[in-house]
């Protein structure tokens, strides 16, 4: 039996959801995509202008691009207080549970975005009491909170 369900979710349209309960540590999903170099990834404009939601730096030489309907995984949604997280060993990369998660709570990590000017372009609806109201990884957000908070409260 999988571990996940796909479901429309709060955050974002579509979200995975736990299917069963899951123990922190455990493996939840294997993130699927395309190994590419990062020459390539420096290169196509594929990867240009945005926030690479699905781009994942493997190493020196390779990033995966797991921009494709096949990958089940790139329908998880970041959050603040994510209880998952993204890990690669070799060339795999899969989600992993960072705390115990019980059946029915929808899985979540951190995008990991760096803070940049273009910040607002990517507000965050996780509703966790943390939320800073933008998708950005976790050691970048004091920035956000030296400016007027969001309207996120609830
Ligand atoms: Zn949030």
Redesign the pocket.
Known sequence: MKPYKVRKSKIDNLGLYAAKDIKNGEKVIQYKGKVITRKEAEENPKYDNDKAIYLFNLNKRYDLDGDFKFNTARLIN????PNCEVTGTGLKVWVHAIKNIKKGEEFSYDYGFSFDEDYKNYP?????KN???F?IREGSRWRIKNRKSPKQDK
């Open positions: 970041h959050s603040c207080n965050c609806r996780c509703r966790s939320c800073c109201g998708i």
